[in-house]
């Protein structure tokens, strides 16, 4: 995670030698399957591998074209709440592979960047209005989606529209401000939300 960070502040500061010596590290560090983990040993999560796929993005690299049997995109899909799921989480990520899968917010929020195919610092570019859903059967809604990061945009906003403007905080009470900071991110990317975003 932090190397992704770091890859995508020297980038975005011109420091391009050390930038594409931490992309080239970030590559091989890649799993069987398309993902990325925390620290050694861990197993593949969201959080990592959405860090992973900006920080590629910041380089100019397709993550799609990256792959150890499977690319980054594979192995998300992985952790995306489908149709099987509650309709308030469709469209939302999990941290890791687990059965059932549960709606992870903070995994949602970093993840929804690079389902945008974003990377850090995320351009301004106004919301549009509307939050959309998983196209499931018998869903109803004027926004139905069958991409993963409009689907995920659409899980964001409607937490923060919930809980007026913030994500929870899910280890005790009060709300998760930097969840929230990159939900907004999330929804600026994804370009939905205008409502939810201010």
């Given at each position: 995670?932090?190397?992704?960070?770091?890859?995508?502040a020297l980038k975005a500061v011109g420091r391009n030698g050390a930038a594409r010596q931490g992309r080239d590290w970030l590559i091989g560090k890649q799993l069987p399957g398309g993902g990325w983990e925390y620290s050694t040993g861990w197993g593949p999560d969201a959080n990592s591998t959405g860090l992973a796929v900006q920080a590629l993005v910041a380089m100019g690299v397709k993550p799609a074209a990256v792959s150890n049997k499977g690319?980054?995109?594979?192995?998300?899909?992985?952790?995306q709440l489908d149709c099987t799921t509650s309709p308030d989480d469709r469209g939302a990520?999990?941290?890791?592979?687990?059965?059932?899968?549960?709606?992870?917010?903070?995994?949602?929020?970093?993840?929804?960047?690079a389902?945008?195919?974003?990377?850090?610092?995320?351009?301004?570019r106004r919301a549009r209005s509307?939050?959309?859903?998983?196209?499931?059967?018998g869903a109803k809604g004027a926004l139905l989606t069958t991409r993963p990061g409009q689907a995920a945009?659409?899980?964001?906003?409607?937490?923060?529209?919930?809980?007026?403007?913030?994500?929870?905080?899910?280890?005790?009470?009060?709300?998760?401000?930097?969840?929230?900071?990159?939900?907004?991110?999330?929804?600026?990317?994804?370009?939905?939300?205008?409502?939810?975003?201010?």
């Open positions: 995670n932090a190397t992704a960070m770091a890859v995508m690319t980054p995109f594979d192995f998300l899909k992985t952790l990520l999990d941290y890791q592979e687990q059965t059932p899968q549960v709606a992870n917010d903070f995994a949602t929020a970093q993840v929804g960047q389902l945008a195919r974003t990377a850090l610092p995320v351009d301004w509307g939050l959309p859903r998983l196209d499931c059967p945009a659409g899980y964001l906003g409607r937490v923060l529209k919930d809980h007026r403007g913030v994500i929870p905080n899910a280890f005790g009470p009060g709300p998760d401000f930097g969840t929230t900071a990159n939900a907004v991110l999330s929804l600026v990317a994804a370009r939905r939300g205008a409502r939810q975003v201010d």
